[in-house]
């Protein structure tokens, strides 16, 4: 099954679900996780793209958990066409399971959970609020009541198998529309206290729209559209060079010195190599913009 999003409507209020398994392994393999960062990846990553659904055309958010545990970073770059990227600091961090699951939550720590909204127009947006659990869908859904006066209820799964593959993965957010009638929140309440886990449905074949007829059993689904989702990063060799040059002309100088670098993306882990004449034109670059500055 391709990674996929739909969205519907089902008595005033807004559910968005997405089957994201291909793209959550495709992290786990460039990135090389142990299943706990791949869990916690995976439900960021899925969690950005739920969030992204909700922005209108070309925008883009990141989702970033700044925890103290021994994940380290967990970051997220989502945009509403359907394309996400990310990657976790301490990838290999390797934890035991708590109560049979992977320790996402111990593994994330306590810090902060930020939202960054790239609208084009203005300046990003960034809202923030302390993690509460470290298991991610909590803590966004915290975020979206505290910090953006939203009320929703997310869920995210990712199943890892002793391979290192991510298996299943997915999640859905719904959020209630101004108009909702207390009966139907009352009703939904109840539906989720029921519900199994998410990665569970995915893993039993369930794609989107299944996961939301799931969610509203018996209920009249007023079902939109459908997205695909997809890995993929924006990184290019070009602003690599960027990166160079803001090393200034020290750092420049040493890696000329070694006679060759090679940069590694840190969204994707793809690697760029430059050669000494590559750094040799960099470097001239970097002179004359000091230069200038003079
Ligand atoms: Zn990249």
Same mark, same amino acid.
Do not use: W
């Given at each position: 099954?391709?990674?996929?999003?739909?969205?519907?409507?089902?008595?005033?209020? =807004?559910?968005?679900?997405?089957?994201?398994?291909?793209l959550?392994?495709?992290?786990?393999? *460039?990135?090389?996780c142990?299943?706990?960062?791949?869990?916690?990846?995976?439900?960021?990553?899925?969690?950005?793209?739920?969030?992204?659904?909700?922005?209108?055309?070309?925008? !883009?958010? $990141?989702?970033?958990?700044?925890?103290?545990?021994?994940?380290?970073?967990?970051?997220?770059?989502a @945009?509403?066409?359907?394309?996400? #990227?990310? &990657?976790? %600091?301490?990838?290999?961090?390797?934890?035991?399971?708590?109560?049979?699951?992977?320790?996402?939550?111990?593994?994330?720590?306590?810090?902060?959970?930020?939202?960054? =909204?790239?609208?084009?127009?203005?300046?990003?947006? $960034?809202?923030?609020?302390?993690?509460? $659990?470290?298991?991610?869908? %909590?803590?966004?859904?915290?975020?979206? &009541?505290?910090?953006?006066?939203?009320?929703?209820?997310?869920?995210?799964?990712?199943?890892?198998?002793?391979?290192?593959?991510?298996?299943?993965?997915?999640?859905?957010?719904i959020?209630?529309?101004?108009?909702?009638a207390?009966?139907?929140?009352?009703?939904?309440?109840?539906?989720?206290? #029921?519900?199994?886990?998410?990665?569970?449905?995915? /893993?039993?074949?369930?794609?989107?729209?299944?996961?939301i007829?799931?969610?509203?059993?018996? *209920?009249?689904?007023?079902y939109? +559209?459908?997205?695909?989702?997809?890995? /993929?990063?924006?990184?290019?060799?070009r602003?690599?060079?960027?990166?160079?040059?803001?090393?200034?002309?020290?750092?420049l =100088? @040493?890696?000329?010195?070694?006679?060759?670098? %090679?940069? $590694? !993306?840190?969204?994707?882990?793809? /690697?760029?190599?430059?050669?000494?004449? +590559?750094?040799?034109?960099?470097?001239?670059?970097?002179?004359?913009?000091?230069?200038?500055?003079?």
């Amino acid at each position: 099954m391709k990674d996929h999003l739909s969205k519907a409507i089902v008595d005033g209020i =807004r559910v968005y679900a997405a089957v994201t398994t291909n793209l959550v392994d495709e992290a786990a393999q *460039r990135h090389q996780c142990y299943p706990t960062a791949t869990a916690a990846l995976g439900r960021t990553m899925t969690g950005a793209l739920l969030l992204a659904a909700n922005l209108k055309n070309k925008e !883009c958010l $990141t989702v970033k958990f700044a925890g103290d545990g021994p994940l380290g970073r967990v970051v997220a770059d989502a @945009s509403s066409d359907g394309f996400v #990227r990310g &990657y976790v %600091e301490q990838a290999q961090a390797d934890l035991p399971l708590h109560e049979g699951k992977l320790a996402v939550g111990a593994g994330v720590g306590q810090g902060l959970v930020s939202v960054t =909204r790239f609208t084009g127009l203005k300046e990003p947006i $960034t809202g923030s609020c302390e993690i509460v $659990t470290g298991e991610i869908a %909590e803590d966004l859904t915290r975020y979206l &009541y505290v910090s953006e006066q939203t009320p929703s209820s997310i869920g995210l799964g990712v199943l890892v198998d002793k391979e290192l593959k991510a298996t299943a993965a997915g999640g859905f957010f719904i959020q209630p529309l101004p108009d909702v009638a207390d009966s139907a929140l009352d009703q939904l309440e109840e539906n989720l206290k #029921r519900i199994r886990p998410v990665s569970a449905m995915v /893993k039993d074949g369930l794609d989107a729209n299944g996961i939301i007829g799931e969610l509203f059993a018996g *209920r009249d689904i007023n079902y939109l +559209e459908t997205v695909d989702l997809a890995f /993929k990063c924006q990184c290019s060799k070009r602003r690599l060079e960027e990166v160079l040059l803001s090393l200034g002309e020290a750092d420049l =100088r @040493s890696l000329l010195d070694d006679g060759q670098a %090679e940069v $590694t !993306c840190q969204f994707c882990s793809e /690697k760029y190599c430059f050669s000494r004449e +590559e750094l040799a034109a960099l470097l001239q670059v970097s002179l004359k913009l000091s230069e200038k500055k003079e």
